[in-house]
């Protein structure tokens, strides 16, 4: 029995230090309220919504979006990246803006506040969620080229946005493991049993948080599911956000490589009609998102 395997059968108990398992204390932190949890940032909605607006200008749009210098600078950087990048340099929010639309700098906006909710004191930490904001943007991006490369561009910001969030239990469950551990100096948590909690419970903690989030059901359900077997009922933006989790894993944007991954043969690319050249296409799109995340 391996080492992560006897954890599991122990239900372990923290070095005898609680008649709880690990598993219950997180469990309490979150229902109690004790642990700091991941607060979405409202801002987001409220860009989002000057999309609806008809009647905000772009000059009003600009400006709200340039009273946050950090954000600003932000925006400014990546519509110049490589990846959204044009002949000439983009100056101003505003010009920003013109040049790749509203939809597209509200997603670069969104990309920019949530990362802030990625980070850490905690060296070894942070290098993990790192990679998990790497992973989280390149799902998401992922998610959106594939949605318009297969016709369901009616369905490409949804699939933008569940993609992000897709594995936003893990940014829970890690952040509820740290304050456990800022609050218990003495405690020792295994490597192979954080990773198992991790993997065994962020798809259900996932759900639960962008359920309080009042986030929309497509996304609390993608979080909820996007490991389960593909069923009658997973639906379109699912099975995309799956494909180009895989790719992610399988290129190695992700917090642990999986480069065996055969995702031409999986239920999900078979149920989207993918052909490895449409595949090929999205790795490197996979790969270009990283300008975007770092």
């Known amino acids: ?74 925006v400014l950087r990546v519509a110049n ?14 010009d920003a803006i013109v040049r790749l639309g509203l939809a597209r700098i509200v997603q670069i906006a ?21 990679k998990l904001w790497q992973h989280s ?40 493991i740290e304050d456990l551990r800022i609050k218990n100096p003495e405690m020792v948590l295994p490597d192979d049993l954080i990773r198992e909690i991790i993997d065994s419970q962020h798809q259900e903690k996932g759900g639960w ?3 309080s989030w009042n986030l929309s059901e497509v996304y609390c359900g993608v979080a909820g599911t996007h490991h389960q077997r593909v069923t009658e009922e997973t639906g379109t933006v699912e099975l995309i956000v799956r494909v180009a989790d895989m790719v992610a894993y399988k290129l190695g944007i992700a917090p642990n490589a999986q480069p065996e991954l055969v995702i031409s043969s999986s239920e999900e690319a078979s149920r989207l009609g993918l052909s490895d050249i449409t595949l090929a296409e999205l790795e490197i799109a996979l790969e270009d998102s990283l300008v975007v995340s770092s």
């Open 81 to 94: 990246s490589s990846f959204y990048g044009g002949l000439s340099t983009v100056n101003t929010v505003k």
């Open 137 to 176: 943007v390149a799902v998401a991006l992922g998610s959106e080229w594939l949605a318009k490369r297969l016709a369901y561009g009616a369905l490409a910001e949804e699939a933008f946005m569940a993609g992000l969030f897709h594995d936003i239990g893990e940014l829970l469950l890690i952040k509820c």
């Open 1 to 74: 029995m391996n080492c992560a395997a006897c954890w599991a059968a122990d239900d372990w108990n923290i070095a005898n230090m609680s008649d709880k398992s690990l598993t219950e204390l997180i469990n309490e932190a979150i229902e109690s309220g004790s642990s700091t949890l991941p607060v979405f940032p409202r801002a987001i909605t409220d860009l989002r919504n000057a999309l609806k607006d008809e009647n905000r200008s772009l000059d009003v749009i600009a400006k709200q979006l340039a009273m946050d210098p950090s954000l600003a600078s932000q």
């Open 209 to 211: 948080l962008l359920n």
């Open 110 to 130: 969104t990309l920019v506040m949530q990362k802030g909710l990625f980070t850490s004191k905690d060296s070894a930490t942070g290098q993990y969620l790192v």
